[in-house]
Nanobody, 121 residues
Framework: QVRLEESGGGLVQPGGSLRLSCAASGSIFRISAMAWYRQAPGTQRELVATATSGGSTNYADSVKGRFTISIDNAQNTVYLQMNSLKPEDTAVYYC???????????????WGQGTQVSVSS
């Protein structure tokens, strides 16, 4: 099993910055990609950014130019640097990993428990 643990959430004023981290642990054979999602109250979970082990990244239009995703393959950790935060960025942020826990395991998605990000003055 692959376990994901997020950290770095909190309360920040509009225009401020936060850096989220997500570390994968447990039985890990290979991680193909990691991603950040978010879910605000009363809304569906939405994709924020993805990063593959090969270095490719992708962003939701709403965060392009403000957020940066990066992946440390050696540490099995993904980061989300969030700058110029807006009140509409307020949500629970979830980390996801597409991974194989053993060489024989199928590729599947794993999820963290989430970390709250609140942007308010």
């Amino acid at each position: 099993q692959v376990r994901l643990e997020e950290s770095g959430g909190g309360l920040v004023q509009p225009g401020g910055s936060l850096r989220l981290s997500c570390a994968a642990s447990g039985s890990i054979f290979r991680i193909s990609a990691m991603a950040w999602y978010r879910q605000a109250p009363g809304t569906q979970r939405e994709l924020v950014a993805t990063a593959t082990s090969g270095g490719s990244t992708n962003y939701a239009d709403s965060v392009k130019g403000r957020f940066t995703i990066s992946i440390d393959n050696a540490q099995n950790t993904v980061y989300l640097q969030m700058n110029s935060l807006k009140p509409e960025d307020t949500a629970v942020y979830y980390c996801s990993a597409s991974a194989k826990s053993t060489i024989l395991s199928p590729l599947r998605d794993y999820w963290g428990q989430g970390t709250q990000v609140s942007v308010s003055s």
